[in-house]
Structures are given as structure tokens and as C-alpha cells.
């Protein structure tokens, strides 16, 4: 005898249920691409932030040790061990290029002085310039009168933009050889410079690009302008790019970000006798 036969019962799916049709998929995909699109356009303008604020940090780096050795050196031009004597060649100098290129600065000062020779009281200086080389004053005493005589080995800066770095050089040779010098800054695009002339007791007439020989004596202060650029190619700046530079606009569109860095120096040993 043969056991008891079961039958598996089947219960049928209610009238209302069923599953995704193509037009409710093809409307999930279409949100879901919306939504991915959403989340990738917020990473990728995440990422162009996090390199426009690093390409601002080194922007303001290059910026600062650029206005920090050049002021360094323009506080100190025409500094002299002979107090009675003028600071020969003068204590500044350039070249004025007209905003298409960048200027080149020439900042001239006795070395600092360290000691007085006991023989002929002359006030002995020795400094390091920006090339690290040692500079020895050399002022000898007037053979007639025995007074010390006007320094004739002064410390030099030449300040200049070669490609996109600002660089040192310890001549005041407008022709150096420019694979030569000190990296001061890098990121420099440009370099303007403006003098003002001053009347005596601190008083400044005029700013002007390319004094004349005798107007460079007359300056109480230097302007130096810098156009400084970001380190990044990868499109951090979208479109182009206006700056207002050397009293024009400045228009660049190729995706760097920039920025425009001006500072003002008295120049202090020289308004003391303009």
C-alpha cells in the first residue's frame, strides 16, 4: 500500500503585484546618472579647489622671499662707510623695459662695517653678497691728507626675471650671463619697477619708470611690482583671467591662476642727503 500523496499548493500572486517595466528602468538609470554626475562634478570642483588654495600658499611664498630679500637690500642701498663721501657708482640703478619685459633693479651698499684699523682709523667692512661671496671694503686713506677715501668694492644686487624665477646676481653688469645667480623666488612672471623722486626731508614728488642718471639720486623710494603665477597647468582658473598690472589690464587664459604683488621701500640711507 502505497503512503499518502501530497500535493504542493501554488498560491497565486495578487492582481496588484509585479515587477520593474523598461520605462520605471530606464527612469532608475536616469536618476542614478544624475545623481553620479552630481557627485563627480562636486569631487572634481573639490579637487580644483584644493589646487587653486595650494597653488595660492606657494603663490604667497614665492611672493614674501621675493619682497623680503629685495627689501632687505633696498633698506641697505647706499649705505656707506664714509659718511662724507657719496656712495660711488650710485646706490641704485636698472633697467627700465617698458612692462613688455621685466625690469632689472641694481642695489649698490658698502659692506657692512665691522672694525676701525687702528693704524689709519679707517672703518674696515666686509660682507657676504647674494652669491655667497665674501666682499671686502677697500678704501684707502688719501696719501696728501690721511683721510679715509671713498669705498671702491661695493656689495651688489642685480635683481632680474629670467624665465619665471627672480634671481640674484652680484654685478651690476647688465650683460651677466643669465644661467648664472641665486634663485630668489620662483613663479615670477614679471617684475616692474618705479622710483620715486623725492625733494629732501622725505618728501616724494613723483613715481617714474627710467629715471635719468641724476634723477636715480634723487630717490627717496622704490616701488617693485610682481606678477606672480601659480604652479599649476591643470586648468585651475576657468576662462580668462583679468588682472590690473603696470597700470593696464592683463588678460590670460591659460588656466593659471596669478596674482599681482606690490610693495613700497624707503629707501633710507639716500633721503638723507637728496
Known amino acids: 500500500m502505497s503512503g499518502p500523496v501530497f500535493f504542493a499548493r501554488y498560491r497565486a500572486a495578487p492582481s496588484g503585484a509585479h515587477g520593474f517595466g523598461l520605462i520605471e528602468l530606464l527612469v532608475a538609470m536616469t536618476l542614478g546618472l544624475l545623481l553620479l554626475g552630481g557627485v563627480g562634478y562636486l569631487f572634481i570642483g573639490s579637487k580644483q579647489m584644493s589646487v587653486a588654495q595650494s597653488d595660492g600658499v606657494r603663490m604667497n611664498e ?3 622671499n621675493a619682497t623680503d630679500v629685495m627689501g632687505r637690500a ?3 642701498a647706499g649705505y656707506k662707510l664714509n659718511v662724507d663721501l657719496p656712495l660711488r657708482p650710485d646706490p641704485l640703478a636698472g633697467a627700465n623695459n617698458d612692462g613688455a619685459v621685466a625690469d632689472v633693479l641694481i642695489v649698490r651698499h658698502d659692506p657692512t662695517w665691522t672694525s676701525t684699523a687702528a693704524d689709519t682709523g679707517v672703518r674696515i667692512g666686509k660682507e657676504t653678497n647674494c652669491e655667497g661671496n665674501i666682499v671686502n671694503s677697500n678704501n684707502p686713506s688719501d696719501p696728501d691728507t690721511g683721510a679715509p677715501g671713498a669705498n671702491v668694492a661695493q656689495v651688489v644686487y642685480q635683481f632680474r626675471v629670467v624665465n619665471t624665477q627672480l634671481k640674484c646676481f652680484a654685478t651690476d653688469n647688465l650683460g651677466v650671463d643669465t644661467s648664472g645667480g641665486v634663485v630668489v623666488a620662483e613663479n615670477i612672471e614679471n617684475m616692474q619697477i618705479t ?3 623725492g625733494s629732501g626731508a622725505e618728501v616724494i614728488n613723483q613715481y617714474i619708470a627710467g629715471p635719468s642718471a641724476a634723477q636715480y639720486q ?8 610682481l606678477l606672480v603665477r601659480g604652479p599649476s597647468i591643470k586648468g585651475v ?3 580668462t583671467q583679468s588682472l590690473n598690472y603696470n597700470g593696464g589690464t592683463v588678460a590670460i587664459a591659460d588656466g593659471r591662476l596669478r596674482n599681482v604683488v606690490t610693495t613700497t621701500y624707503s629707501v633710507r640711507n639716500q633721503t638723507r642727503w637728496n
Do not use: P
Open 218 to 225: 634723487q630717490v627717496s623710494a622704490v616701488r617693485v611690482s
Open 74 to 76: 633696498l633698506r641697505q
Open 62 to 64: 614665492s611672493a614674501r
Open 195 to 197: 622710483y620715486g623722486i
Open 237 to 239: 582658473v576657468g576662462g
